[in-house]
């Protein structure tokens, strides 16, 4: 090569508007706001009750933006306990949150709609946040004997998140409560702390103490997310 310096001068003009293009393309996939996210938690307690057997994988995906969030959470285990929820929920700049959740469960069917063995429990939510404070209010939509929802299948939670540690309580009907009567269900306690593994890495881990006085049961459950 007769001019070594300019094939300098041309590989590091390459170099930088590829590096240019990557900062874009990562700009442009953070202003999509999509979030994949994996939770692994010893057990799977929702709303006071336990489901599955042994360790659950969590894994979720969603959209957000603008208050809207549009996703799917669920819940598997080794033992063949599987969940798969869509759901959508809109926040206003004051707090307040409304949505819905679709449980359903990937064994059944699923376009199985029918009150005998439907699939799928339809659940509208509505949420309120400020400052440590929350409370929220959900009801279940439909009957669907699949997954064991009654329809009118009622929670409500209030918690307060502290300095250092969380606090919550629950209550239900329908398929919350062993008799299906509305019963207090879940109060508990969580903490989160974070783990660091290098400078620009951290695991959050988190545990929680669940008593539900409805069916006299004590859980404590330990996860970490990535």
């Not at 001019?3 to 442009?28: M, T």
């Not at 307690?45 to 969030?69: E, M, N, Y």
């Not at 959900?138 to 307060?160: H, R």
């Amino acid at each position: 090569m007769k001019n070594p310096k300019f094939l300098i001068a041309v590989l590091v003009l390459v170099f930088e508007i590829n590096l240019l293009s990557l900062q874009a393309q990562a700009q442009e996939v953070q202003n999509q706001k999509f979030n994949v996210n994996v939770d692994l938690y010893s057990n799977y307690i929702w709303r006071g009750s336990k489901l599955g057997t042994g360790p659950a994988v969590q894994p979720s995906i969603k959209f957000s933006d603008r208050g809207l969030t549009i996703g799917v959470w669920g819940s598997f285990d080794a033992d063949g306990y599987s969940e798969a929820d869509p759901y959508f929920s809109y926040t206003l700049p004051f707090g307040l949150s409304l949505g819905m959740t679709d449980y359903y469960l990937p064994d059944l069917s699923l376009f199985e709609t029918s009150e005998a063995s439907g699939s799928h429990a339809l659940e509208v939510n509505a949420g309120f946040e400020k400052g440590g404070f929350s409370i929220s209010a959900n009801v279940i939509l439909n009957e669907a004997g699949g997954i064991a929802s009654a329809g009118g299948d009622k929670y409500f939670q209030v918690g307060y998140a502290f300095k250092d540690i969380d606090i919550f309580a629950g209550a239900g009907d329908g398929w919350h409560t062993v008799g299906g009567d509305f019963n207090i269900c879940n109060i508990g306690a969580a903490v989160t702390k974070e783990i660091r593994i290098t400078d620009n890495f951290s695991i959050p881990v988190s545990g929680q103490i669940i008593f539900n006085p409805d069916r006299e049961k004590l859980f404590v459950v330990a996860g970490f997310s990535f």
